[in-house]
């Protein structure tokens, strides 16, 4: 199969859906155009938080936050089952579910102040359902934290010509939030320095590549884990301008800039997909049901999408007619690069062989590792094809997928730290209100959870828990929505039809999770996921009781 014309269908596909079924949810759904209060950016500006922001500045903000690592590793993950399931999840999640999800979870925060899901939760469905969504959105946010910083360390160590354009693309930002809010530059011309700058760091880091192996040996993954920890504690206590803001916004030029390589160069080489049809009986797997469909979270559908438009993006969002471009477009921006992932992973090996050498078993070549990896390969040889030398075509893609998770990573640490500051206001715990106690719980607490890994070795363990955490919060966001369309008499099938099959995925992955957790006598995990799965059962009953109050 010709990967470049599957990347053409799916690509059209995004394209009508934005112009049909978004504009669909938009007027007839939430009905943004009958908006005319303020937003909570304009109503509760503080310059910290609430900033109202440019349309432009936060689409890259958002796109950047929610387009991390995992529609990435959720692809390279999942085509283990075959890359004819991967590929139709992908495209029918994204524009059905995902995009409707963070589009309605950017709405109903700005509705509610801009507040948390959890928050949300208070007011439509009880007191009791605040608690337990922050519960949660904390575990979720917790894995979130350790997954990304593994992922992060361990391209580090595959691909130490990342290391120099990476951490260089820090100062570059916060260069940038200086000019863009104390001196109120022009972005375009800082733009376009920070992507030529960017371009310079990578030839340099290709020929000058950092591996700290030499000074730390088998102990370089741990120091790499500690140095972004630490980062993540800053970049979660300043301002969204200093740091956030503009290292998104580069960010965001950086990814339309790798995928319009990448689609180029799929169009210019039109490689073959040489990974099979289906492989529902691949060694070592879960079984394919239900676990495609949480292993691809965030390429299709992501609770930690409501988290980044209900935790940021509803506090900087300037008109209310910004929230489509916002909410569903980016979602369906993050839907083309797992579609890309996804082609890159099973088109991007020149023979059946070379693919089995990563996907031969689930822990493969060392498990999520490997999968990473093959994406960066599959990537650059895409990239390769509009002239670009393998070796830098390999930097590029590492250097974007690291960007992204690194975003991702500071939003994560950002949020943990308002959830952290929720319970605080919820139990009457001042001290935890304070944004330097909160980031610092949010970092160390992750921090003891990858070393429940393998050492941070064992990244696949975690990932299940991970997606199927995820799916969870996603389906409760979309009954949250589902419940506030209901008190406004407003036609609310089309979240809940996608919120009833989120829960039932999800209750059967973390079953089945539970159990495989019981047979390795793993308890910590083990009480983990009875912990969410009580939670998850108990936020649906309140749901119901909702609902049938708000239909009386």
């Given amino acids: 199969m010709n990967a470049a014309i599957v990347g053409l269908i799916g690509i059209i596909i995004f394209l009508l859906a934005y112009r049909f079924y978004g504009t669909y949810i938009s007027d007839k759904i939430l009905k943004l155009q009958d908006e005319t209060g303020k937003t909570p950016s304009q109503e509760f500006r503080d310059d910290i938080d609430f900033v109202p922001t440019k349309k432009g500045i936060l689409v890259g903000h958002h796109f950047s936050s929610i387009a991390g690592a995992a529609p990435i590793v959720g692809p390279a993950v999942a085509v283990i089952w075959g890359w004819l399931p991967a590929m139709i999840w992908v495209i029918c999640g994204v524009v059905f579910m995902g995009a409707c999800h963070d589009f309605g979870a950017l709405y109903l925060s700005m509705k509610h102040k801009g507040d948390s899901m959890a928050s949300v939760a208070d007011e439509l469905l009880g007191k009791r359902s605040r608690i337990l969504f922050l519960v949660v959105i904390f575990f979720l946010v917790w894995m979130v934290i350790a997954v990304f910083a593994l992922v992060i360390a361990n391209l580090f160590i595959k691909f130490p010509g990342a290391v120099i354009p990476v951490n260089f693309e820090i100062f570059i930002a916060l260069a940038m939030g200086l ?7 022009s972005l375009t011309i800082p733009s376009i320095m920070a992507q030529a700058l960017l371009i310079v760091m990578i030839i340099v880091g290709t020929k000058y590549p950092i591996s700290l192996a030499g000074i730390f040996g088998e102990n370089q993954l741990m120091v790499w884990v500690v140095f972004l920890m630490l980062y993540s504690f800053v970049a979660s206590i300043l301002p969204v301008w200093t740091l956030l803001q503009p290292r998104d916004y580069i960010n965001s030029h950086q990814l339309v800039i790798g995928l319009g390589l990448m689609v180029i160069g799929l169009f210019i080489t039109q490689p073959q997909i040489v990974a099979p049809v289906t492989n529902f009986s691949a060694e070592g797997a879960p079984p394919w049901f239900p676990f495609l469909f949480i292993t691809i979270a965030c390429g299709a559908i992501s609770g930690f999408h409501g988290l980044v438009s209900g935790g940021t993006t509803s506090k900087q969002v300037a008109v209310w007619t910004d ?10 921006g993050e839907g083309l690069l797992a579609l890309l992932a996804t082609l890159a992973v099973t088109a991007g090996f020149k ?3 070379e693919w089995h050498v990563h996907y031969g078993s689930w822990s493969a070549a060392n ?6 990896s093959a994406f960066v390969h599959g990537a650059g040889e895409f990239v390769s094809g509009v002239g670009i030398p393998q070796d830098i075509s390999k930097v590029v893609i590492a250097v974007l997928i690291i960007s992204f998770a690194a975003t991702s990573l500071d939003t994560a640490c950002r949020i943990q730290r308002y959830i952290i500051g929720e319970f605080g206001k919820t139990l009457k715990i001042s001290a935890l209100e304070n944004r330097f106690t909160g980031s610092a719980i949010a970092v160390i607490s992750a921090f003891l959870l990858m070393l429940t890994s393998d050492g941070g070795k064992g990244g696949l363990h975690l990932w299940p828990l991970f997606g199927a955490t995820n799916q969870m919060l996603a389906g409760l966001t979309l009954i949250l929505i589902s419940v506030f369309l209901i008190q406004k008499r407003r036609n609310f099938w ?3 039809l996608p919120a009833i099959f989120v829960i039932i995925i999800t209750a ?4 089945i999770n539970i159990q495989i957790y019981v047979e390795k006598r793993n308890w910590f995990l083990t009480t983990l996921g009875v912990t969410l799965f009580l939670a998850q059962v108990w936020i649906i009953a309140e749901s119901v009781i909702a609902i049938r109050k708000a239909r009386l």
């Fill in 367 to 372: 498990g999520l590792s490997a999968k990473i």
């Fill in 351 to 353: 023979t059946s062989a």
């Fill in 179 to 185: 000019l863009i809010n104390k001196k109120q530059k």
């Fill in 323 to 332: 929230a489509k471009p916002i909410g569903y477009g980016s979602m369906l």
């Fill in 508 to 511: 059967i992955a973390l079953s």
């Fill in 494 to 496: 089309p979240y809940l």
